[in-house]
């Protein structure tokens, strides 16, 4: 049996790419680069992107049509192109990236993403460049609390590679899978899934010149603690704790993971929220409704800084359900409790980088 180009291709002219219906000839997958060597066949399929859901189903089905069409005995071999530069391997992501901050907690509940927004709001009035990544997959809160639900991010081609732009709030560079999904639907995936889209929000973004990139990480330890650990060089952790016992054994866990021997990320301080309650009415009391100091004296135990109590006030949980997170009135006493919260994370996370770089002053301030 003799065979010749036109065979492959209309072999090939079956096999439909089902992002679009058209068969591969006619999408132009098939590259220009047919070799024949006697019953050998090679040549390559060109897709959009190297990250392709259906690249391997595609090279199976243009395979087996040829075994199809053609003949058993025809041994091919078909290599993958993509027309867009593939993403940055782990450890290289987010270069123009100075300093990566993982705002954790144990358990759900204790006001972490409450603190990381208002710890992203707090750097920017101190003059950094903010992004705030929510990387809680199953339960995004950073659109509502940014008064952007309603936000659609685009796609912008940069160097090859078509980029999700973030969406911009306060001067924060803001994304979320909250502006992907159903607000009303629940998020039924699996780890891979939900790793895979974490991946593309961080790699495939078009995250800007960053003094602090700030991630809002899901409760507890999980396949999207491990995804942000493999994918991103995390310059240091900040654990939010409240004062009770039941909080405080979670976030040992919490803590234990950074620290553990195959992760070593640095503990960068303890957040307290939730410390005391003082009514509007009476500012100068503080009533002690979850305990008292917890989370100062986890702190002290550990040997790792207390970087902040921070007050229950009603205008947290109001600012929060309108949009404009307490750190924007610096005049308030919140405002101040997280104006402080940022100025020690800037001094753990400075003294922290002049540790690995010890015959270099590091500055992050513009």
Wanted: aromatic content about 6%.
């Amino acid at each position: 049996m003799t065979l010749y180009p036109k065979l492959i291709l209309d072999a090939l002219a079956t096999v439909r790419y089902p992002g679009n219906g058209k068969n591969i000839v006619e999408a132009e997958m098939v590259a220009d680069n047919i070799r024949i060597d006697g019953m050998k066949v090679s040549f390559s399929l060109i897709f959009e992107k190297p990250t392709d859901p259906f690249m391997k189903s595609v090279v199976k089905s243009a395979e087996t049509a040829i075994h199809t069409y053609i003949s058993k005995d025809v041994e091919v071999t078909i290599a993958t192109e993509s027309r867009q530069a593939a993403r940055p391997e782990p450890g290289k992501m987010l270069p123009q990236v100075k300093n990566v901050i993982a705002v954790s907690s144990g358990k759900g509940g204790v006001g972490k993403s409450t603190v990381a927004a208002n710890l992203a709001v707090a750097l920017s009035k101190l003059g950094y460049k903010v992004g705030l990544l929510d990387a809680d997959i199953f339960g995004p809160s950073v659109p509502k609390m940014f008064q952007v639900e309603d936000a659609r991010p685009y796609a912008e081609m940069v160097d090859g590679r078509d980029l999700i732009v973030p969406i911009e709030k306060y001067g924060i560079e803001l994304l979320s899978i909250g502006f992907f999904v159903d607000p009303d639907q629940a998020t039924l995936w699996r780890g891979g899934m939900a790793s895979n889209a974490l991946k593309q929000l961080v790699g495939d973004a078009k995250w800007g010149d960053l003094d602090y990139f700030i991630l809002d990480t899901p409760p507890g330890t999980s396949d999207i603690h491990l995804t942000l650990l493999q994918t991103l060089a995390i310059t240091g952790a900040v654990i939010v704790s409240t004062p009770q016992q039941v909080a405080l054994a979670d976030a040992r866990k919490g803590i234990n993971m950074y620290m553990n021997d195959k992760v070593n990320v640095p503990i960068l301080g303890l957040v307290e929220n939730m410390s005391w309650f003082t009514p509007a009415e009476l500012p100068e009391n503080k009533y002690y409704i979850f305990g008292k100091e917890g989370t100062k004296k986890l702190a002290e135990e550990l040997n790792v800084p207390l970087l902040g109590q921070i007050p229950i006030v009603q205008s947290i949980c109001e600012n929060g359900d309108k949009g404009t997170p307490v750190a924007l009135d610096e005049n308030s006493v919140t405002g101040q409790a997280f104006l402080e919260l940022a100025h020690n994370v800037v001094a753990q996370t400075e003294k922290r980088n002049a540790e690995l770089a010890p015959t270099q002053i590091v500055k992050t301030h513009k």
